[in-house]
Every structure is written in structure tokens, then in C-alpha cells.
């Protein structure tokens, strides 16, 4: 059964930086696309960035190039997310995600991977 629980959230000042972290189990997530996604209040959903299956490469987001980095541990089943020079709008709750293939809850699509399962989330507030 796929599982995501993400950590490290927080309150940071503008400038700051966090690493985010998704510890996965039920799957290899090494074998998997992994992609971050946050949510602010009153918008939508957005991509922030994907790692692919192996770490072959990673995209991001526009609003998040140069700023976010996506790592995994495959010895630890786990994802992070290192976001640096943090800015009031990054403020948001953002989610791991992945594809699991048994669910039949709508796929999104970034960076050309395919995501139907989220975590819980961990907030990120930044003040400026």
C-alpha cells in the first residue's frame, strides 16, 4: 500500500531556506517518478518540481528554478526538497506525491510523470 508522510516544514523569514522531506513505503520510490506540489490558500494546486525514476534528472518549476533542489536517499525510501532564498510566496502547504498504480483517483501530469497520490503535507510559511 502506498504511503507518503512529508516533514520539515515550518515558519521561516524571506531569505531562509527548509528541506522538506517525504519518507515513502509500501513502494521503491527509487522505481517511481516523485514530484513535489503545493497549495496555497485560494489557488490551486501547482507542480513545484520532479525527480525522475533512478535520479535521472529533475525538473522544476519556473517559480522555483535555481531555488529548489529535489534529492532522494533510495536507502532511506526517501524524497527531499531543499528550498533556499525563500520568498512570501512560497508560503503554501506542499505535498509529496506519486503514481499509484492500484488507485483510480485522477492523475495529474508534471514534468512528464504521472501523480495520483499525495501526503498529508507540511506547511510552509514565509514572512517577509
Known amino acids: 500500500q502506498v504511503h507518503l508522510v512529508e516533514s520539515g516544514g515550518g515558519s521561516v523569514q524571506a531569505g531562509g531556506s527548509l528541506r522538506l522531506s517525504c519518507v515513502a513505503s509500501g513502494f521503491t520510490a527509487a522505481r517511481n517518478c516523485m514530484g513535489w506540489f503545493r497549495q496555497a490558500p485560494g489557488k490551486e494546486r501547482e507542480g513545484v518540481g520532479t525527480?525522475?525514476?533512478?535520479?535521472?534528472?529533475?525538473v522544476y518549476a519556473d517559480s522555483v528554478k535555481g531555488r529548489a533542489t529535489i534529492s532522494r536517499d533510495a536507502a532511506k525510501n526517501t524524497v527531499y526538497l531543499q528550498m533556499n532564498s525563500l520568498k512570501a510566496e512560497d508560503t503554501a502547504m506542499y505535498y509529496c506525491?506519486?503514481?499509484?498504480?492500484?488507485?483510480?483517483?485522477?492523475?495529474?501530469?508534471?514534468?512528464?510523470?504521472?501523480?495520483?497520490?499525495w501526503g498529508q503535507g507540511t506547511q510552509v510559511t514565509v514572512s517577509s
Open positions: 525527480i525522475y525514476i533512478g535520479g535521472a534528472g529533475t
Open positions: 506525491a506519486t503514481l499509484d498504480p492500484l488507485s483510480t483517483t485522477h492523475v495529474v501530469y508534471f514534468g512528464d510523470c504521472r501523480y495520483n497520490y
